[in-house]
């Protein structure tokens, strides 16, 4: 596991040294208004025409820290701003359910939203995210449709 950990790395850095930047980065929150699940502070990394974004949550159940790599794809026929992206990625936290205790919780994420860039630095999107969690297998499966608004630095 640490191999595959530090192979990822190593992999996301050559992309992101090799890629032109297309995208800012970005900074904010993302909210599970239509789930329930809290919000999170979010942060997107761009890499090339894709990016890496990072959520650190909270929730009435505990934390948690998202990781996905996203290929993102421009929507000019749209509107000019607007992107649709998906990703996959990894999620962990410390979730406390009341009937069975508090449980480290490690999963696999994937996503698929829609965003627009204004021309000043603000981003708004809404996505759907599900994820399948290896462990705790009291709650195996999530996902949730959020709200994000973020500051492109």
Wanted: net charge neutral; charged share 10%.
């Amino acid at each position: 596991m640490k191999k595959l950990i530090i192979s990822l790395i190593f992999v996301v850095g050559i992309v992101s040294v090799l890629s032109a930047q297309l995208d800012k980065k970005a900074i904010g929150v993302r909210f599970g208004g239509f789930s329930g699940y809290g919000a999170e502070v979010s942060y997107q990394q761009p890499l090339g025409a894709n990016r890496v974004e990072f959520d650190l949550g909270l929730n009435g159940w505990g934390f948690g820290l998202n990781g996905l790599f996203q290929w993102v794809k421009p929507l000019p026929q749209l509107y000019e701003g607007f992107n649709w992206y998906w990703g996959v990625g990894a999620g962990l936290g410390l979730y406390n359910f009341n009937s069975a205790g508090t449980a480290f919780g490690l999963g696999v994420l994937g996503q698929i939203g829609l965003e627009y860039n204004f021309e000043f630095p603000l981003q708004l999107s809404i996505d759907y995210r599900p994820g399948l969690y290896v462990m705790p297998s009291i709650y195996p499966t999530y996902d949730g449709i959020c709200l994000s608004a973020r500051y492109r630095l």
